[in-house]
């Protein structure tokens, strides 16, 4: 299994923007990112340091493999 880079909320909603997800709206530090095609939304919290289990989370609602992240980064 591939180790996760710490990265923040910020850097997390640039990369997944690379693969065609957009800014929905946002509640408080959570932010709500959808992709229409195939139809996926996920919630990236707006934090300094995401928590590995939270970045693997992401991941898996994306349908992305770590190493296919970090090529977005």
């Known amino acids: 299994m591939t180790k996760l880079p710490k990265i923040s909320g910020k850097d997390c909603i640039k990369a997944l923007s ?14 709500v990112l959808r992709n229409d095609d195939p139809f996926c939304q996920l919630v990236v919290p707006n934090h300094k340091e995401l928590d590995r289990g939270t970045l693997r989370a992401i991941l898996r609602q994306a349908d992305l493999s770590v190493h296919e992240f970090e090529k977005l980064l």
Do not use: A
């Not at 690379?18 to 932010?31: A, L």
């Open 18 to 31: 690379r693969v065609g997800f957009y800014i929905k709206r946002q509640t408080g530090s959570h932010i």
